[in-house]
C-alpha cells in the first residue's frame, strides 16, 4: 500500500523560503516520477514541478527559477525548496507519483505580511 505524506508547510511572509519534504512507502518510488502538486482555494490542482526516477526535472512557469524540487531514492523521499515565495503560491502542497496515487493529507503553505 502506497503513503504519501507531506510535511514543512507554515506561514512566510513574501520573500522567504520554505523546504516541504514529502515522505512515501512502497516499492514504487525509485522508478517513478515524482511531482508536487498545489491546490488553492477554488482553483483546481495543478502541477507545480516534477522529478524522473533518472533526476530530470521541469517546472510550471510560474516557479521556475524560484523553486527546486529534488528526491533521495534511498529515503524514499521527495523535497521542494520554495524561495522568494509570493501571495500567489499559497496553496496546500501535495506531493504524488505520475500517474497519481492516493492523495496525502497536503500542507498548507500560506504567504502573507
Known amino acids: 500500500q502506497v503513503q504519501l505524506v507531506e510535511s514543512g508547510g507554515g506561514l512566510v511572509q513574501p520573500g522567504g523560503s520554505l523546504r516541504l519534504s514529502c515522505a512515501a512507502s512502497g516499492s514504487f518510488f525509485s522508478i517513478r516520477t515524482m511531482a508536487w502538486y498545489r491546490q488553492a482555494p477554488g482553483k483546481q490542482r495543478e502541477l507545480v514541478a516534477r522529478?524522473?526516477?533518472?533526476?530530470?526535472?521541469d517546472y510550471v512557469d510560474s516557479v521556475k527559477g524560484r523553486f527546486t524540487i529534488s528526491r533521495d531514492n534511498r529515503k524514499k523521499t521527495v523535497a521542494l525548496q520554495m524561495n522568494s515565495l509570493k501571495p500567489e503560491d499559497t496553496a496546500v502542497y501535495y506531493c504524488?507519483?505520475?500517474?497519481?496515487?492516493?492523495w496525502g493529507q497536503g500542507t498548507q503553505v500560506t504567504v502573507s505580511s
Open positions: 522529478i524522473t526516477s533518472g533526476g530530470n526535472t
Open positions: 504524488n507519483a505520475v500517474p497519481n496515487f492516493s
